[in-house]
């Protein structure tokens, strides 16, 4: 059974910075390329950043790019998502999916909640 557990959002000021991490099981994770998505209120879901399976290639969204980096861990079974200067519109829950690009896996975890405000 797929499980995602997305974890390290919470309220940040603009400007600020955040390390959100999703650690994975119930696949082989080493084999799968990683994403990380988002989803605004009132909006879809959508693509922020994404990872091939061993680390080498990345992809961002023009949004994001230049201030977020996406890396992973195999033996951790984990994947993260460095947030800096971080803006308003970033407000979002996020969550990850194996695949690149496109969720792999119809399931999804309970997400973690960036807010940006001051």
């Known amino acids: 059974q797929v499980q995602l557990v997305e974890s390290g959002g919470e309220l940040v000021q603009p400007g600020g910075s955040l390390r959100l991490s999703c650690a994975a099981s119930?696949?082989?994770?080493?084999?799968?390329?990683m994403s990380w998505y988002r989803q605004r209120p009132g909006a879809e879901r959508a693509l922020v950043a994404a990872?091939?399976?061993?680390?080498?290639?990345?992809d961002y969204a023009d949004s994001v790019k230049g201030r977020f980096t996406i890396s992973r861990d195999n033996a951790k079974s984990t994947v993260y998502l460095q947030m800096n200067s971080l803006k308003s519109e970033d407000t979002a829950v996020y969550y990850c999916?194996?695949?690149?690009?496109?969720?792999?896996?119809?399931?999804w975890g309970q997400g973690t909640q960036v807010t940006v405000s001051s």
């Open positions: 999916n194996p695949g690149w690009r496109l969720p792999q896996f119809g399931s």
């Open positions: 119930g696949f082989t994770f080493s084999s799968y390329a």
């Open positions: 990872i091939s399976a061993a680390g080498s290639r990345t």
